[in-house]
């Protein structure tokens, strides 16, 4: 019979022992399954909540706990970072069981995940502009929290929904404003001023409402349309006198996001990649919006 060396055999011996020492544990039931992801998720281990409630949901799909873990599911994706899988397990839960007590929850997960599903790591961490990001995500958020609203009016959700669409709405409108800003540049003046009217119906009571009218004055202004003009800065000047574009007897400043509209040749034929002007455009979110502090993390169901 061989005889290992003693040092093979220590090193044999470490290499088992550090082996079992990195699996997870074992999980034989059902309820030590769900316990044992219901400890993870309050300790904010949300990868290997997500393993087990997957675990329970695979082995036990007709359990006492599986629609439970299901919701849990759905919140253990969301705070891993993977609101894909949130989305996914949300819009499955609300098929196979849209009579549930808890199915408000589903929805409303499936608004605060659609909202958070193009950020990248750094967007994240270190402050953005959000109303310069694609605003996909945040239609689809806004989607799914007026679903939720019109089939759950007195959701214990529906106060923070209710928040959370005046945000993406504002969000909205500021990006439509952004948009007009660079037509504008771009001496696409009948899409710029559309922009604003844009705004003016569809996002009203938002803070880009003065910039939306200035949009619509600058525009119609340009291109000789001064009836329209008239009546737009009326608005403006009677709703929002301080506004910057005018001066202090109410009149109009062109100059203030357009300049004096001369172009270059040179920018006329390079359609402003060169020669660019760049003028300020409009956007008076620090003295028209206040400061809006999104709601806290959600809690479980």
Not at 26 to 49: G, I, M, N, P, V
Not at 80 to 94: K, L
Not at 138 to 154: G, I, K, M, V
Request: with cysteine; charged share 20%.
């Amino acid at each position: 019979m061989r005889v290992l060396h003693p040092l093979l055999l220590s090193a044999l011996l470490l290499l088992v022992g550090c082996s079992s020492a990195n699996k997870e544990p074992k999980y034989t039931s059902e309820a030590d399954l769900y316990h044992a992801a219901e400890s993870q998720l309050q300790r904010s281990q949300w990868e290997t909540a997500v393993r087990n409630l997957q675990s329970l949901e695979e082995n036990f799909p007709f359990g006492t706990y599986a629609e439970q873990a299901q919701l849990e599911l759905i919140y253990a994706y969301f705070m891993s970072g993977q609101p894909d899988a949130a989305i996914a397990t949300a819009n499955r839960f609300i098929r196979l069981h849209p009579q549930h007590r808890n199915v408000d929850y589903a929805y409303y997960m499936m608004g605060l995940s659609a909202y958070d599903k193009d950020k990248g790591m750094f967007e994240r961490v270190l402050p953005t502009d959000l109303t310069m990001r694609d605003p996909g995500p945040a239609r689809e958020s806004l989607a799914n929290f007026s679903q939720l609203l019109t089939r759950y009016p007195d959701s214990p959700y529906a106060t923070d929904a209710r928040k959370r669409m005046l945000y993406l709405r504002s969000l909205l409108a500021r990006y439509e404003i952004h948009v007009a800003n660079y037509y504008f540049k771009r001496g696409a003046y009948v899409a710029a001023t559309n922009r604003g009217r844009y705004v003016l119906e569809n996002y009203p009571q938002t803070p880009a409402i003065p910039d939306a009218l200035a949009v619509m004055v600058q525009g119609y202004r340009i291109l000789g349309l001064q009836e329209s003009a008239d009546q737009s800065l009326a608005i403006l000047r009677d709703n929002y006198p301080s506004h910057p574009v005018l001066n202090s007897s109410g009149e109009f400043n062109e100059r203030y996001s357009y300049g004096d509209g001369k172009r270059s040749w040179v920018n006329r034929i390079t359609f402003g990649l060169f020669e660019k002007s760049e003028p300020p455009g409009f956007d008076t979110r620090e003295q028209y919006d206040p400061v809006y502090q999104r709601p806290p993390r959600p809690g479980r169901s």
